[in-house]
């Protein structure tokens, strides 16, 4: 099974533009999955089987912004109530449905090379991850049940757990060995394992920026992410709570 992956290798090329009225090239939409289906959240990519190579890529918006050193950067004005939704797998086999080796079928962990930069959302523990010096480390953190948050009313909502995150409709699809994107200049030849992998070392994603995206991102999807424009601050989601990271 394969992550998100911030990775980057080489220099530049021409840019690739999806907006609403762009017609992508053949085999290539928008999903961040292990598997061919899933909940239609945002504006997502769904890999099957061709291998896209791209340089730059902009989503919702014509174009990257000018002059800057982006891989991949999305609609970004200021009624912005999107994020993106991290490939949902799991680092445990058999969790949360047995894997069958005839079918494809289920979960088997995550076997092989997993390069550190991958970013996931953990069926296992509901939790979102990046890979991390060879270790997972938990974007998620650890809360002490029972938990106390406030909803979008400001209202207190008290958790005995995390919520059940429905996978259904991926439990049952076959995973796509080889399906991948690779953008940046070198991504036809880049051998990087994952399901998106940012190739160019001198490029970066530039996440969806959202204001207060715990309270403008209406029903957030599990494995969500997206900067806070308001806190300055990494935002992810497990299905249950918003975790904020800064530097």
């Not at 940046?184 to 001198?202: K, S």
Request: no cysteine; charged share 20%; glycine share 8%.
């Amino acid at each position: 099974m394969s992550g998100l992956i911030l990775i980057t290798n080489d220099k530049r090329g021409e840019d690739f533009k999806i907006d609403k009225k762009t017609k992508l090239p053949n085999h290539l939409f928008i999903f961040f999955t292990k598997k061919r289906t899933m909940k239609k959240f945002i504006i997502t990519l769904s890999l099957f089987y061709a291998t896209a190579a791209l340089s730059q890529v902009a989503i919702g918006k014509s174009s990257i912004t000018p002059g800057s050193a982006i891989s991949l950067e999305f609609y970004d004005l200021a009624d912005n109530a999107k994020g993106i939704v991290v490939p949902w797998v799991s680092t445990v086999a058999n969790n949360p449905v047995a894997y069958n080796s005839t079918t494809g079928t289920g979960y088997r962990g995550m076997p092989g090379i997993i390069v550190d930069g991958t970013i996931i959302f953990d069926l296992s523990d509901k939790k979102m991850k990046y890979r991390k010096a060879g270790a997972w480390f938990n974007l998620t953190g650890n809360p002490t049940f029972p938990l106390v948050v406030k909803n979008t009313s400001n209202n207190d909502v008290t958790f005995t757990q995390f919520n059940n995150v429905d996978s259904s409709l991926q439990d049952s699809k076959a995973e796509v060995n080889g399906a991948r994107v690779a953008i940046g200049n070198n991504g036809a030849t880049d051998t990087t394992i994952g399901i998106l992998v940012l190739t160019d070392t001198n490029k970066a994603m530039v996440l969806p920026k959202v204001a207060s995206p715990h309270i403008n991102i209406i029903n957030p999807a599990p494995g969500m992410m997206a900067y806070d424009t308001v806190k300055k601050q990494l935002a992810v989601f497990n299905g249950t709570v918003w975790s904020f990271w800064k530097p």
